[in-house]
Nanobody
Framework: EVQLVESGGGLVQAGGSLTLSCAASGFAVDDYAIGWFRQAPGKELEGVSCRSNVDDSTYYADSVKGRFTVSSDSAMNTAYLTMNSLKPEDTAVYYC??????????????????????????WGKGTLVNVSS
């Protein structure tokens, strides 16, 4: 059974850092395309970062470029989202998602051109990040 479990969220002051973890089971995290998404209160789901398993490229939303970094640990079968210089507007529930193949639909979901969350086959339940000013 494929499962994704996020952890690492919490309350942090503006300017601080957090690293979110996405523990995967049922598949090898480095073999799948992994995406990080977030949903702030009252707002739509937003793509944060998506890593292709085709060419290993990584997309970052403009709002997080230079501050957020994705990585993974194959031994732990876990993906990570390291968030630095956090801002109050980063407050949201953060989700990781996975799919066997990075497609155009995945990229469009990630960059906001498409709202179709079915582009990612598997989703975690999310972890809350609250950035105080």
């Amino acid at each position: 059974e494929v499962q994704l479990v996020e952890s690492g969220g919490g309350l942090v002051q503006a300017g601080g850092s957090l690293t979110l973890s996405c523990a995967a089971s049922g598949f090898a995290v480095d073999d799948y395309a992994i995406g990080w998404f977030r949903q702030a209160p009252g707002k739509e789901l937003e793509g944060v970062s998506c890593r292709s398993n085709v060419d290993d490229s990584t997309y970052y939303a403009d709002s997080v470029k230079g501050r957020f970094t994705v990585s993974s640990d194959s031994a732990m079968n876990t993906a990570y989202l390291t968030m630095n210089s956090l801002k109050p507007e980063d407050t949201a529930v953060y989700y990781c998602a996975a799919t066997p193949l990075f497609t155009q639909s995945v990229l469009w979901l990630c960059n906001g051109r498409s709202p179709l969350t079915r582009a990612m086959d598997y989703w975690g339940k999310g972890t809350l990040v609250n950035v105080s000013s």
